[in-house]
């Protein structure tokens, strides 16, 4: 068995269109409590457009045997040659078959895998299981199959077992057979075609919520003995998603049920199984009296993000992988749409900023890609699950549905999904749908945002022209930092949305232009603009560069904007000072400004880049301008704290427990301020012995903040609270604890832990945190070099990268060349973008550290001045 993150190169190659599977029968016989293997058969029907003497299909890390062909009633052996620099099998036949129907028989074996793909083991406590995670390429690694997105076929599962055992997959049960010695035949109903990628098992002691049913869907939620008291908000969150998903489609449901299974160990977030859909225990299972708002919306959101593929992906998938984004940027995008919808208060699109930030971030380094990327191989099948695919990808499904209406781009959605259903589709299918609804030419418009890497920024000015205003405007690719800019001459049609502040305070009016050249020139009419916001709604992927007059005026109306708008602005302003388009006192001035805002989302969007800017310049400069920097925060958002107190008032709201989250996390981890960092042992304490004694949105932070003073017995009760934990949640909460402390025989111990102890599915994590962790993060860099072989072998393909992504904390020229070094001499397949990434973030950040330290400290002392 190998790990594809460690040494095996796959080289590209795709299967002939002209042998299809229609239908296959996988029967599987395993129990993972008395053994870590299986074997089965896999009956597969074939439709032939031409004669063949050899038959290809996809296994890897499987022994395979006993191959036949029956045809028009004649049975023929077939000789089996393994290709694994394909990852595929030929069966040659002693004959030429001709053009029709064929059945293709083959025995196989294999291993419950150990790193979360294929069909994989999994523990929880003394309990034994396996589940599947097949996306993007690993249904090979579980039955040989055509392990390719256009192979459609109906599968028909069984599964001998033991009886003690539940048994999931995509369709309902068919019948049940009881076995001699304790053991059972469970068959399922055929399902309606799916790709090999969406097929699902799950075998173990499982136990089911109580079902609700939406028309003739059952739901239910799948969990692992003693968690059904956690269940309830998952349902309400699939019930009340699915409904608007019906009704936005204009479809039913197109699957016989509906099962959400919470798997102790899992490498994705979720995975849209057909009919089984598999998650994550902290992305479905919750508390409703400890949750904290920011989970509930993350499991709201991740659950109907999986639901929407059951249209967008599973009943209409994409042709290959190179079009992934047709998959995940709608269903990205149709999971704000809907939750925001069914709860409106949650304020979705403010969580949305977020995302799409770090997506522009990602988008604007040299080594990004386009959301269209070609594919070639199974690893950069799996390397383009990222920020482009999904959050860049839904932004701008998210700018044409703005520029085309919500009534016409749901009209295009509904016509795409009819016209493809149970099929395959390429991007031009999209386009011509929206198109026809729309009346509008949307290819032209939209091809560049989905072809060209990177994204456009819009420079304005205002001006008074002839008595009338004008907006001038001019666009160029956004880079990450000043030695590229110019470079690239790519441009964007841009489908403009301006908010204009009209003369009366609070009167505002929409503007709406696509601006096609490199400059393009608005008419505002006869009355000069209170202001000018270059981006209403935050609706387009790009970055606004708002002169600095017109940044005045939006500093004084921002009363007049949304909180949508307003968060947007903190966003430009800190990438533009990061990429040395302004100055970093530019973005300190508009922190200023904004910091007494009450919004939590504004105030998280400001923690995120005043931390950046404490690691970066506050930690390399004078001790003066640090004590000036912690006094500056402690001024700017310490009145949150003073007003809000520690505990909520009666009848206080959610996003006011979050507000006061926030405050303390800013105040004491970037401030250090002392009216947070003396007290929150003592409250952690308390958490520790009743877990009722915090709201629970403080205890992420409190955590956090009490183990970076805490003492090696803080560390034991932090273990013994992440052993016993009740919920997911707080399980989590716990182990990421252990990576915050100070102390280095404590973080050595988090270290080791991983090699084993850790679950595969929050090892990466684990380290991720410990490199963030100043007090961590060169024994952890260290650790990782030289235990690279074990942990590799526990790294899921798709998890690896989240450590090189966290490795510019390092920070030095010498760390950088540490990490080339490394990684050339221990390449990793899924994670080649990513290193380069790395390498270039390192540059960036020694580049900005250099040019902003200076304005940061004098800034700073003018202002104590």
């Not at 629970?696 to 956090?704: F, G, K, R, T, Y």
């Not at 003492?711 to 949640?729: C, I, M, N, S, V």
């Not at 010498?814 to 221990?826: D, I, M, Q």
């Given at each position: 068995m190998h790990a594809r993150g460690a040494t095996k190169t796959v080289r590209p190659h795709r299967l002939t269109t002209d042998v299809r599977p229609t239908d296959v029968s996988v029967h599987v016989e395993v129990d993972p409590q008395k053994r870590d293997t299986y074997e089965g058969e896999v009956t597969i029907e074939l439709a032939l457009d031409t004669a063949q003497t050899t038959l290809e299909l996809h296994a890897d890390d499987l022994t395979v045997s006993g191959a036949r062909v029956t045809v028009d009633g004649r049975t023929l052996p077939g000789k089996i040659s393994e290709h694994p620099e394909f990852e595929?099998?030929?069966?040659?036949?002693?004959?030429?078959?001709?053009?029709?129907?064929?059945?293709?028989?083959?025995?196989?074996?294999?291993?419950?895998?150990?790193?979360?793909?294929?069909?994989?083991?999994?523990?929880?406590?003394?309990?034994?299981?396996?589940?599947?995670?097949?996306?993007?390429?690993?249904?090979?690694?579980?039955?040989?199959?055509?392990?390719?997105?256009?192979?459609?076929?109906?599968?028909?599962?069984?599964?001998?077992?033991?009886?003690?055992?539940?048994?999931?997959?995509?369709?309902?049960?068919?019948?049940?057979?009881?076995?001699?010695?304790?053991?059972?035949?469970?068959?399922?109903?055929?399902?309606?075609?799916?790709?090999?990628?969406?097929?699902?098992?799950?075998?173990?002691?499982?136990?089911?919520?109580?079902?609700?049913?939406?028309?003739?869907?059952?739901?239910?939620?799948?969990?692992?003995?003693?968690?059904?008291?956690?269940?309830?908000?998952?349902?309400?969150?699939?019930?009340?998603?699915?409904?608007?998903?019906?009704?936005?489609?204009?479809?039913?449901?197109?699957?016989?049920?509906?099962?959400?299974?919470?798997?102790?160990?899992?490498?994705?977030?979720?995975?849209?199984?057909?009919?089984?859909v598999f998650f994550r225990e902290t992305l479905l299972l919750v508390d409703k009296k400890t949750v904290t708002l920011a989970e509930k919306k993350r499991v709201a959101e991740v659950v109907c993000h999986e639901l929407a593929h059951m249209w967008y992906g599973d009943l209409v998938t994409m042709a290959w992988w190179d079009d992934l984004w047709l998959n995940e940027a709608f269903a990205t995008w149709m999971a704000f749409a809907i939750v925001d919808d069914w709860k409106p208060e949650w304020k979705m699109w403010l969580d949305f900023q977020h995302y799409r930030g770090a997506a522009l971030s990602l988008d604007a380094l040299d080594n990004t890609h386009p959301i269209y990327v070609e594919v070639k191989t199974p690893d950069e099948a799996t390397e383009n699950f990222d920020l482009i695919t999904y959050e860049k990808g839904a932004s701008v499904v998210r700018m044409v549905e703005n520029w085309l209406g919500a009534t016409a781009f749901r009209?295009?959605?509904?016509?795409?999904?009819?016209?493809?259903?149970?099929?395959?589709?390429?991007?031009?299918?999209?386009?011509?749908?929206?198109?026809?609804?729309?009346?509008?030419?949307?290819?032209?418009?939209?091809?560049?945002?989905?072809?060209?890497?990177?994204?456009?920024?819009?420079?304005?000015?205002?001006?008074?022209?002839?008595?009338?205003?004008?907006?001038?405007?001019?666009?160029?690719?956004?880079?990450?930092?000043?030695?590229?800019?110019?470079?690239?001459?790519?441009?964007?049609?841009?489908?403009?949305?301006?908010?204009?502040?009209?003369?009366?305070?609070?009167?505002?009016?929409?503007?709406?232009?696509?601006?096609t050249g490199a400059r393009s020139r608005i008419a505002l009419g006869k009355n000069a603009p209170r202001f000018v916001h270059g981006n209403a709604e935050a609706s387009g992927f790009y970055r606004t560069d708002h002169d600095a007059a017109m940044l005045r005026d939006l500093a004084a109306g921002l009363d007049s904007l949304s909180d949508v708008e307003r968060l947007c602005l903190v966003s430009d302003q800190w990438a533009l000072a990061r990429a040395g388009r302004a100055p970093i006192e530019t973005f300190l001035e508009l922190s200023s400004v904004l910091g007494g805002q009450t919004e939590p989302d504004l105030l998280v969007a400001l923690r995120g880049a005043l931390s950046f800017a404490g690691s970066q310049l506050a930690a390399n400069a004078s001790e003066q301008t640090q004590n000036a920097w912690r006094s500056y925060l402690i001024d700017l958002f310490g009145?949150?704290?003073?007003?809000?107190?520690?505990?909520?008032?009666?009848?206080?709201?959610?996003?006011?427990?979050?507000?006061?989250?926030?405050?303390?996390?800013?105040?004491?981890?970037?401030?250090?301020?002392?009216?947070?960092?003396?007290?929150?042992?003592?409250?952690?304490?308390?958490?520790?012995?009743?877990?009722?004694?915090?709201?629970?949105?403080?205890?992420?932070?409190?955590?956090?903040?009490?183990?970076?003073?805490?003492?090696?017995?803080?560390?034991?009760?932090?273990?013994?609270?992440?052993?016993?934990?009740?919920?997911?949640?707080?399980?989590?909460?716990?182990?990421?604890?252990?990576?915050?402390?100070?102390?280095?025989?404590?973080?050595?111990?988090?270290?080791?832990?991983?090699?084993?102890?850790?679950?595969?599915?929050?090892?990466?994590?684990?380290?991720?945190?410990?490199?963030?962790?100043?007090?961590?993060?060169?024994?952890?860099?260290?650790?990782?070099?030289?235990?690279?072989?074990?942990?590799?072998?526990?790294?899921?393909?798709?998890?690896?990268?989240?450590?090189?992504?966290?490795?510019?904390?390092?920070?030095?020229?010498?760390?950088?060349?540490?990490?080339?070094?490394?990684?050339?001499?221990?390449?990793?397949?899924?994670?080649?973008?990513?290193?380069?990434?790395?390498?270039?973030?390192?540059?960036?950040?020694?580049?900005?550290?250099?040019r902003a330290l200076p304005g940061f400290s004098r800034w700073l002392a003018n202002r104590d001045g």
């Open positions: 595929t099998l030929r069966i040659r036949l002693p004959e030429r078959i001709p053009a029709g129907r064929a059945t293709l028989v083959l025995e196989f074996a294999g291993a419950l895998r150990q790193d979360l793909r294929g069909f994989y083991a999994s523990t929880a406590g003394k309990r034994k299981y396996g589940f599947t995670q097949l996306e993007a390429t690993d249904a090979r690694r579980f039955f040989p199959c055509f392990d390719e997105p256009t192979l459609k076929a109906r599968f028909t599962m069984s599964v001998t077992t033991s009886q003690k055992n539940t048994v999931l997959s995509n369709a309902p049960v068919a019948r049940t057979k009881k076995l001699s010695r304790g053991r059972k035949l469970v068959t399922f109903r055929p399902t309606p075609p799916l790709s090999t990628y969406l097929v699902a098992l799950a075998v173990g002691e499982l136990e089911a919520s109580k079902a609700v049913k939406l028309g003739d869907t059952p739901i239910r939620i799948w969990h692992v003995p003693g968690k059904r008291a956690l269940t309830g908000f998952a349902l309400e969150c699939a019930k009340e998603t699915l409904q608007r998903l019906e009704a936005y489609f204009d479809l039913p449901y197109p699957y016989e049920k509906l099962d959400l299974v919470a798997v102790p160990d899992f490498e994705a977030g979720a995975m849209e199984n057909a009919g089984a009209r295009g959605v509904r016509r795409y999904v009819r016209d493809h259903a149970e099929g395959n589709t390429v991007a031009a299918d999209l386009w011509n749908a929206l198109s026809k609804a729309s009346k509008q030419e949307v290819e032209p418009v939209v091809r560049a945002w989905i072809e060209q890497p990177g994204f456009p920024v819009l420079s304005l000015r205002h001006a008074r022209e002839r008595g009338k205003s004008v907006l001038h405007a001019s666009q160029e690719r956004f880079v990450a930092g000043p030695s590229g800019r110019g470079r690239d001459r790519s441009r964007w049609p841009i489908p403009w949305v301006g908010r204009i502040g009209g003369a009366r305070k609070g009167k505002t009016k929409l503007e709406r232009q696509v601006l009145e949150h704290l003073l007003e809000l107190g520690w505990r909520p008032s009666r009848g206080e709201d959610e996003r006011t427990h979050v507000r006061r989250a926030v405050a303390i996390s800013l105040l004491g981890d970037v401030a250090r301020w002392e009216a947070v960092t003396e007290v929150v042992g003592e409250k952690c304490d308390a958490y520790l012995d009743d877990r009722s004694s915090l709201e629970p949105n403080l205890a992420d932070p409190v955590v956090a903040l009490a183990a970076r003073q805490g003492d090696a017995d803080l560390y034991d009760r932090f273990e013994k609270a992440h052993r016993g934990a009740t919920t997911p949640q707080e399980r989590r909460r716990f182990l990421l604890g252990l990576a915050d402390f100070q102390d280095r025989k404590l973080l050595d111990r988090t270290r080791k832990a991983c090699l084993a102890d850790v679950a595969v599915q929050d090892m990466p994590f684990l380290l991720t945190r410990m490199l963030g962790n100043p007090a961590a993060r060169e024994d952890t860099w260290t650790f990782v070099q030289k235990r690279w072989g074990k942990l590799s072998r526990r790294f899921p393909p798709a998890l690896v990268t989240r450590v090189i992504e966290a490795l510019p904390e390092l920070q030095t020229v010498k760390h950088r060349r540490e990490v080339s070094v490394f990684f050339r001499k221990n390449p990793v397949p899924t994670g080649k973008r990513t290193l380069q990434q790395t390498l270039e973030r390192f540059d960036l950040n020694t580049e900005f550290r250099k």
